[in-house]
C-alpha cells in the first residue's frame, strides 16, 4: 500500500426524515444566509423540496433560490450563483439534487471568493481558493458521489469543455443529508445511470497495477457485489427503501476515496466519457456503461490476473487457472450484460454517438492535454482505439 493523507470531514445524516434536520445543520456549520441551488423541478414532485425549505425556515434562514441547473451543468449557472452571492450577501451554499447541482453549488461556493473567473481555477490557470463557502447538500439521486466527494465537474459553454476541477478537500461539502426514499421517484434510466456510475468510479480504483492492497480490494468488491445486488431489485420495485439505502450509501462509499486510497487510481473511463456527454449531452452512466467494457479489454491483457479476479470475486465467475484471460474476459462479459440487464446502452450506436466523430473527440480532448490513465497510459491514439471498440457487440 502506498502512503497517502484521507481528509474527508463531511458530516452525514442518513435515513427516512433526516432533512427535516436541514436547517439546523446549516446553522450547525455556519450559514446565516443561504443560496438554495436546484435542478429542474423533480425535488418538486417529491416532497423534498417543502421538506428542506419549512426546515430552512424553521430554523430562521433567509434563503434565495437558484433553479435550472441542467444535467452536465453549465458554467452559465454558476456565473447566475456567483452573481447571486454577492448580491444577496449569502453565505452558504445548499444544493437539493443530484450531482449536477452539487458540482454547481460547489463551483459557486469557491467562484464566489475567487477574485478572477472561476474558471481558471478549472484550466489551472490559477488555484483553488482554500477557503470556499461552506456547501451542504440533500441528494436526491445516488450516483456521481459528489455529495461525499473531492470532485466537481462542469462544462463551459464557450468550447464545450467538461472538465473536472482540481482535486480539492476544499470541495467536500460540509454536511449531507442522505434519504434513500428521495431516490424511489427515480426514472429506471437515473436509477440505471446512478448504478453505473458508482461500479465505474470503484472500477476506477480497483484496476491499479499497485500491489499489496488487499483491505482496498475487498472493500471494492463488497461494494460492487452490493450494488449489483441492489440495482436490479430498484428496477423492480422502485419503492424498495433498502435497496435504495444500500444504493445511496455505496454511492457515497465509492467516491469519497475510502476504496481508492494508497494505490495508483486510473480514471481513463472518466476522461473518455467526459467527451461523449461534452459532445452528444448523454447521461454521464449512460456513456460510462458504454465506455467501460471497452476500456477493459483494451487494458486487460496488461493484467489478466486482475480481471479474473474481479470476475471471480464480483460475478462469481469460476478460475480457470490454466488460462487467466479467459476468466478475465468472462468478468468484462457479465459486467456488459449486466449493464444491458438494467437497460444502458453498451455501444456508442446505442448511445446516440457516432464512430466518424471520433477523431474530432480525440482533438477536442488534447485541449485538456494526454496522456491520462493509470494501469495503461492513454494517448491520442490509444483513445481513439478504445471509443472503436466501443461498437463491438
Ligand atoms: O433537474 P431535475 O428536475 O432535478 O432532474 C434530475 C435530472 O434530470 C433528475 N433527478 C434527480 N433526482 C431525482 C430526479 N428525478 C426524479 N426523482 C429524483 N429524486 O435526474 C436527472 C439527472 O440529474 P444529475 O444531477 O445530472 O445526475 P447525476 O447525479 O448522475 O450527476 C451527473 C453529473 O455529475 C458529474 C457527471 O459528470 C455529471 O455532470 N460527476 C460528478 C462527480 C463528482 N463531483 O464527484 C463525479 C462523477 O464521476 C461525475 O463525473
Ligand atoms: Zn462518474
Not at 110 to 124: N, P, Q, S, T
Not at 356 to 366: F, N, S, T
Given at each position: 500500500m502506498d502512503n497517502f493523507?484521507?481528509?474527508?470531514?463531511?458530516?452525514?445524516?442518513?435515513?427516512?426524515?433526516?432533512?427535516?434536520?436541514?436547517?439546523?445543520?446549516?446553522?450547525?456549520?455556519?450559514?446565516?444566509?443561504?443560496?438554495?441551488?436546484?435542478?429542474?423541478?423533480?425535488v418538486k414532485k417529491i416532497d423534498a423540496y417543502e421538506a428542506v425549505t419549512d426546515s430552512l425556515k424553521k430554523a430562521d434562514l433567509p434563503f434565495v433560490?437558484?433553479?435550472?441547473?441542467q444535467p452536465n451543468p453549465r458554467s452559465g449557472k454558476v456565473y447566475e450563483g456567483i452573481e447571486l452571492v454577492r448580491r444577496e450577501n449569502l453565505d452558504f451554499i445548499l444544493a437539493l439534487g443530484g450531482g449536477s447541482v452539487i458540482?454547481?453549488?460547489?463551483?459557486?461556493?469557491?467562484?464566489?471568493?475567487?477574485?478572477?473567473?472561476?474558471?481558471?481555477?478549472?484550466?489551472?490557470?490559477?488555484?483553488?481558493?482554500?477557503?470556499p463557502l461552506p456547501v451542504g447538500t440533500v441528494l436526491t439521486l445516488s450516483a456521481a458521489g459528489s455529495?461525499?466527494?473531492?470532485?466537481?465537474?462542469?462544462?463551459?459553454?464557450?468550447?464545450?469543455l467538461k472538465w473536472?476541477?482540481?482535486?480539492?478537500?476544499?470541495?467536500?461539502?460540509?454536511?449531507?443529508?442522505?434519504?434513500?426514499?428521495?431516490t424511489c421517484s427515480l426514472p429506471p434510466y437515473q436509477t440505471a445511470c446512478g448504478a453505473v456510475d458508482m461500479i465505474a468510479h470503484i472500477c476506477e480504483r480497483y484496476f491499479t497495477n499497485t500491489p499489496n492492497v488487499g483491505l482496498t480490494d475487498r472493500l471494492c468488491e463488497a461494494l460492487l457485489k452490493t450494488i449489483v445486488e441492489a440495482a436490479p431489485k430498484a428496477l423492480e420495485n422502485p419503492?424498495?427503501?433498502?435497496?435504495?439505502?444500500?444504493?445511496?450509501?455505496?454511492?457515497?462509499?465509492?467516491?469519497?476515496?475510502?476504496?481508492?486510497?494508497?494505490r495508483k487510481q486510473d480514471w481513463a473511463s472518466h476522461q473518455i466519457e467526459h467527451e461523449l456527454s461534452a459532445f452528444y449531452d448523454c447521461a454521464h452512466g449512460a456513456g460510462l456503461?458504454?465506455?467501460?467494457?471497452a476500456w477493459m479489454s483494451y487494458v486487460m491483457p496488461t493484467n489478466p490476473a486482475r480481471f479474473a479476479r474481479f470476475a471471480v470475486e464480483v460475478f462469481g465467475c469460476e478460475l480457470d487457472a490454466m488460462d487467466v484471460e479467459r476468466t478475465a474476459k468472462e468478468g468484462i462479459r457479465r459486467l456488459k450484460s449486466f449493464f444491458r440487464l438494467l437497460g444502458m446502452p453498451t455501444t456508442l450506436k446505442?448511445?446516440?454517438?457516432?464512430?466518424?466523430?471520433?477523431?474530432?473527440?480525440?482533438?477536442?480532448?488534447?485541449?485538456?492535454g494526454f496522456p491520462f490513465g493509470g494501469m495503461v497510459e492513454i494517448g491520442p491514439a490509444e483513445m481513439a482505439d478504445i471509443l472503436l471498440l466501443c461498437d463491438e457487440e
Open positions: 493523507a484521507f481528509y474527508s470531514p463531511t458530516y452525514f445524516a442518513f435515513g427516512n426524515g433526516e432533512e427535516k434536520k436541514t436547517g439546523a445543520l446549516v446553522r450547525r456549520f455556519g450559514g446565516s444566509r443561504v443560496l438554495l441551488v436546484m435542478g429542474g423541478g423533480s433560490e437558484l433553479w435550472g441547473v458540482d454547481t453549488a460547489k463551483a459557486i461556493a469557491f467562484g464566489a471568493v475567487y477574485e478572477g473567473d472561476f474558471w481558471e481555477v478549472f484550466d489551472r490557470s490559477g488555484d483553488m481558493p482554500e477557503h455529495e461525499g466527494s473531492n470532485s466537481c465537474v462542469i462544462t463551459r459553454e464557450e468550447g464545450n473536472g476541477a482540481p482535486k480539492s478537500d476544499a470541495l467536500r461539502p460540509q454536511f449531507s443529508v442522505l434519504n434513500p426514499r428521495f419503492m424498495d427503501y433498502h435497496a435504495r439505502a444500500d444504493l445511496m450509501w455505496a454511492g457515497m462509499l465509492a467516491h469519497n476515496d475510502s476504496c481508492g486510497v494508497g456503461a458504454v465506455v467501460m467494457p446505442e448511445l446516440g454517438a457516432k464512430t466518424e466523430d471520433i477523431p474530432a473527440m480525440v482533438l477536442h480532448r488534447a485541449e485538456k
